[in-house]
Antibody
Framework: VQLLESGPGLTHPGGSLRLSCAAS????????MTWVRQAPGKGLEWVSG????????YYSDSVRGRFIISRDNSKSTLSLQMNSLTAEDTAVYYC?????????????????WGQGILVTVS | QSVLTQPPSASGTPGQRVTISCSGS????????VDWYLQVPGTAPRLLIY???QRPSGVPARFSGSTSGTSASLAISGLQSEDEAHYYC???????????FGGGTKLTVL
């Protein structure tokens, strides 16, 4: 399994940015995918998740209305469109594979993590 | 302020047993299984314990998890220097409709 994040690393306050995650080594459309972020020196924060089919999406309160998660199962790619960015969005963003095909509920842990990509809003 | 509460730090000497607590509520730990992640500084987190007390392949039996009501615990026995890392608990929250993490516990091996 490999999860490789990519995207611009720097943007200004109020700007937009799109992250991508190229997945390989597993049947991508069978699994939900998630973005988790970590601000410098801080803990982990769940950002958003999307079901394996792409039909269900979930967002944390801190990003709802500003970020959009999507996936292209034909290309095994996960994306995160980030709008109206502020300095508080500065963090390492991890692309994460769920154990199940759905986002919600129990027994749905994160079994694979990408190496992360630093996004700086300044 | 994290939804799940962990002590910011913990420590022990080699060979000792240490536990890390994770306190939540009825909408998260009280209703859903807890997972634990380990993060060595400068690297990505990785799964340590899932579904309360299950270990992924490659995780030593020294690591174990448990829950009781709205709290969860991670126990590490036979502490080793390579166990120095940050440890995070996580679970689904039915009220927030999302995953919640603990604030993380930095484990130091003295």
């Amino acid at each position: 399994v490999q999860l490789l994040e990519s995207g611009p690393g720097l943007t200004h306050p109020g700007g937009s940015l799109r992250l991508s995650c190229a997945a390989s080594g597993f049947n991508f459309n069978n699994y939900a995918m998630t973005w988790v972020r970590q601000a410098p020196g801080k803990g982990l924060e769940w950002v958003s998740g999307v079901s394996g089919s792409g039909g269900s999406t979930y967002y944390s309160d801190s990003v709802r209305g500003r970020f959009i998660i999507s996936r292209d199962n034909s290309k095994s790619t996960l994306s995160l469109q980030m709008n109206s960015l502020t300095a508080e969005d500065t963090a390492v963003y991890y692309c994460v594979k769920n154990w199940k095909g759905v986002v919600a509920g129990s027994r749905n842990y994160f079994d694979q993590w990408g190496q992360g990509i630093l996004v700086t809003v300044s | 302020q994290s939804v799940l509460t962990q002590p910011p730090s913990a420590s022990g000497t080699p060979g000792q047993r240490v536990t890390i607590s994770c306190s939540g509520s009825s909408s998260n730990i009280g209703s859903n299984t807890v997972d634990w992640y380990l993060q060595v500084p400068g690297t990505a987190p990785r799964l340590l314990i899932y579904s309360v007390n299950q270990r992924p392949s490659g995780v030593p039996a020294r690591f174990s998890g448990s829950t009781s009501g709205t709290s969860a615990s991670l126990a590490i026995s036979g502490l080793q220097s390579e166990d120095e890392a940050h440890y995070y608990c996580a679970t689904w929250d039915d009220r927030l409709n999302g995953v919640v993490f603990g604030g993380g516990t930095k484990l130091t091996v003295l």
